[in-house]
């Protein structure tokens, strides 16, 4: 998707909805003669039903631009893993989304500079009441990444804001 108003204007032009309107507002000047006048008890009421359509429109192709948004949740805050997971790297709590179910199996990777690098696996633990939701990070992966699940244990925000979470596992690891 380009932007929020160039889908719009696709949507209109899609559901004719701008010629349609045109159609009716020329119907409706043409039968007015250079003599007549229009009261606003008839105005009015066709301008306000007018402007109620457009909001509706509007506000519905921004819910609806947003819900087509799949944009992966943002990590909110790392902990230490509760204690009935002792092997466990790290327990994550992330922004409410769409994409994540209970049991769904996660990649965390590191971004640094434009590369993300995996470095482990786990699972939704639960999604709370709130829309969040926790991953326990079961498998840690790569060389070297203790200072990272350090950093992220202590809820280090510059290390945290560097995890992706995504709703998928590579290939490799399945096999």
């Known amino acids: 998707m380009k932007s929020f108003f160039s889908e719009l204007w696709r949507s209109l032009l899609r559901a004719i909805a701008l010629p349609i309107l045109a159609l009716l507002i020329s119907v409706f000047s043409f039968n007015l003669s250079r003599t007549d006048n229009v ?28 819900k087509a ?29 769409d994409l994540f179910g209970h049991e769904t199996v996660v990649s965390i990777f590191y971004r640094s500079d434009d590369f993300e690098e995996f470095i482990g696996l786990g699972y939704v633990l639960t ?14 992966l790569g ?11 202590a809820n280090d925000a510059n290390c945290v804001r560097r995890l992706l979470v995504k709703p998928s596992f590579p290939r490799t690891i399945g096999e």
């Open 39 to 66: 009261t606003l008890g008839v105005l009015f009421p066709f301008a306000i039903v007018t402007l109620v359509l457009l909001c509706a429109l509007i506000d519905l192709s921004i819910r609806m631009f947003n």
């Open 69 to 97: 948004q799949k944009r992966l949740p943002k990590v909110v805050q790392g902990r230490s893993p509760p204690s009935q997971f002792p092997n466990a790297a790290a327990l994550l709590l992330l922004e409410h989304s």
């Open 127 to 140: 999604i709370q009441e709130n829309g969040l939701i926790q991953v326990v990070v079961n498998r840690s």
């Open 143 to 153: 060389e070297n990444r203790d200072q990272v699940w350090a950093s992220v244990r």
